[in-house]
DNA sequence: TAGTGGTCTAGACCACCAT
DNA sequence: TGGTGGTCTAGACCACTAT
């Protein structure tokens, strides 16, 4: 087949022109979010491919997170949902005092966010290694107690976090078992126990979500999460708590502010 | 068409059958990083599908980041190459001047990595407006200088910077000039004339690439980027630098330690 | 019920890789 | 040169949505 092109520049895959031309028409903003785009049939027609090409055009979009695609509806441009910033004083004892709210209740309350936690499952475990090594604790089973929270906005889930801590802290303590004591955070707890959270580390990655992550977080194609390895430090510089979440980072992001150490 | 099956559990599409049973095997370790998996040919045959059929299934996984696809060889097993973190303290003056390295450089070759920063273009422009709120400087043109760097590991791609600094304080300085001050980072120089990095903010979130970025770092499919919203403010509590970081997610993560305030 | 996306088939040609 | 991925076609059936 011959290139009839007589202006422009060299033809190149049906399948990447169609999703280039989208793709331009959306940055451009001439199909604001929430539009529609055509749908795989017409897109078919309008510029004589298979209806496999057409629509192999739209999951190049999906994937790259520009578009929505609802079954039996159409295509729609993704619409920028503002985040949920989690600020670097969500560790704060006073803020925690002052509002008697869990850093993640805080932060989405004060954006206008309908948000709730719940507890999962409180177990005895073997620690992950990288979380073994930030709480110098032995990479033996059962040597600490992982508790797991799901964070929801708007009745959508979009964190979860494992929190670890040691099993010589944790024992014959509330932090055993589920349920409590949640709704303050384990923070408050802690800290009438001796463990102030004096310095954090968090350690800061991303990556597409597992199969299983995004069917529980219910993380549409295109969407990777934000991974964040938090270690509290308490004031002897004795690491008492890790904990790693995993955000949706269509929805969720990090704040930080701090002073620089010269 | 039946079912054949006589122990397992329902079936489901083809597609997600075999992207099932390869993500499994991966995922426990029967497929180790570096692996190839079996052809798209291959797979049809094994599953009685059509090639297209297997060879979505591999697309799945591409788009997962689970496997890196070479066009005439195979489809791979991909590889966690270790992240180069950078750390809070990169804005340290100290460690700048004892070392006479920018932080990137800094950290890399800290993690073994052969690292080199590259200058681009140097433009005085209009801002956009999240950098404009964050420099608390007029969205009007030509307000600000943009400054662009490219930073490599072993000679790839893998971060991109593009630092905003008001024309007040950049008019007649160096910073208006490419290629300089880079050695050493700009902040040596701001430095010298009153602006010292003494507090900073990082908003992160992450995203998958635009078209544009995956081409420019060489991202592969189904690699997210992380970006940063940095803002220098100086001692008197005036921001004086903004610079926005996009980094492969592959490659690049973060790590921060800080003192929680009460 | 008409239109849309989801998926599959069977066959084809091209580009790239390795031997 | 044979195997592999990349892409495309033309047609089909199903599941879901909207009216």
Known sequence: ???????????????????????????????????????????????????????????????EGLVDVRHGSGAYVRRRRPLVRLGSNRYSQRLREETGLSPFLLEAARQGWQAHVEG??????????????????????????????WYFADNEPVQVGYTYIPWAIAKGTPLTKPGEPMPTGIYAYLEDHGYTVTRIREEISARMPRHSEAAALRIPPGVPVIEVLHTSINSDDTPFDVTRFMLRADVMGLDYTMSVEE
């Open 1 to 63: 087949m011959t290139t009839p092109l007589g202006g422009g520049d060299g033809r190149q895959n049906p399948r990447q022109t169609i999703a280039d031309e989208l793709r331009s028409a959306i940055e451009q903003g001439e199909l604001p979010p929430g539009t529609k785009l055509p749908s795989g049939r017409e897109l078919a027609r309008r510029y004589t491919v298979a209806r496999n090409t057409a629509d192999d055009a739209i999951k190049l979009l999906q994937a």
């Open 120 to 149: 999962g499952p409180v177990q005895r475990v073997q620690p992950p290694p990288d979380v073994a090594e930030r709480l110098g604790v032995d990479d033996a089973a059962r040597s600490v107690i992982r508790r797991e929270n």
